[in-house]
């Protein structure tokens, strides 16, 4: 299995607090990934990481961020947590962006409820 | 933009029978790859297979084969002899070959298997 691990792995928190998920990967691979899961929509891409420092937008990033400052970490923060970002985020990762080494691996999930 | 469509929200089958997931996608790309990937209750996604659209030939994996049809863009996936581990979510997804590509995931099929 691939050295994904997602942390915390399960959150509640208050409508308007700030909220941070960790991944963290012991693979070194350039690229990394947050998804949300929510039923009826399978998973929808928040942001992508191609580098340290370099990050961009998925299908359903408004209301999220992401830092990536090391490459074995990205970092997704709920800058005010509403209850439509109540869902199951998962992190994935691969070696590269194009072809077969773009295979992704995915982490354990995160299970964030906000009330 | 590419869409995936699995239209089929359930399916069961009986323990040792054999069952076909469906799956369609929408793309105006030539070289992509597809997947199915598996998510039981412990919420990890498993990849299952994948197909490169440049292979005529059908992917299998023991149990698991696809039926693609590139034409139709059709891809579904058939298991053989069910077992009661095969109980899980199933997503069908798309990425094209490209640099940077991302997964494009259908909304998933959740599958049972009566004993």
């Known amino acids: 299995d691939a050295g994904i691990t997602q942390s915390p792995r399960h959150k509640v928190t208050e409508t308007g607090t700030p909220v941070t998920l960790r991944c963290h990967q012991t693979e070194n691979h350039r690229y990394m990934y947050w998804y949300r899961q929510d039923p009826g929509h399978g998973l929808r891409l928040i942001h992508y990481s191609y580098g340290v420092k370099d990050t961009d937008k998925g299908e359903v990033s408004d209301g999220y961020s992401v830092s990536r400052s090391k490459t074995e970490d990205f970092l997704l923060t709920l800058e005010s947590a509403t209850s439509s970002q109540t869902s199951v985020y998962f992190c994935a990762i691969s070696a590269d962006g194009g072809g077969l080494a773009a295979e992704q691996y995915f982490g354990p999930g995160t299970r964030l409820t906000v009330t | 933009a590419q869409t995936v469509t699995q239209s089929q929200p359930e399916m069961s089958v009986q323990e040792a029978e054999t069952v076909t997931l469906s799956c369609t996608y929408d793309t105006s790309e030539s070289d992509y790859y597809l997947f199915w990937y598996k998510q039981p209750p412990s919420r990890q996604m498993i990849l299952v297979i994948r197909?490169?659209?440049?292979?005529?030939q059908n992917a299998t994996e023991n149990r698991f084969s696809v039926n693609f049809q590139k034409a139709a863009k059709s891809f579904s996936l058939k298991i053989s002899d069910s077992q009661l581990g095969d109980a899980a979510m199933y997503f069908c997804?798309?990425?094209?070959?490209?640099?940077?590509?991302?997964?494009?995931f259908g909304k998933g099929i959740t599958l049972s298997v009566r004993p």
């Open positions: 997804a798309y990425r094209s070959a490209g640099a940077n590509s991302k997964l494009t």
């Open positions: 197909q490169e659209a440049y292979k005529q």
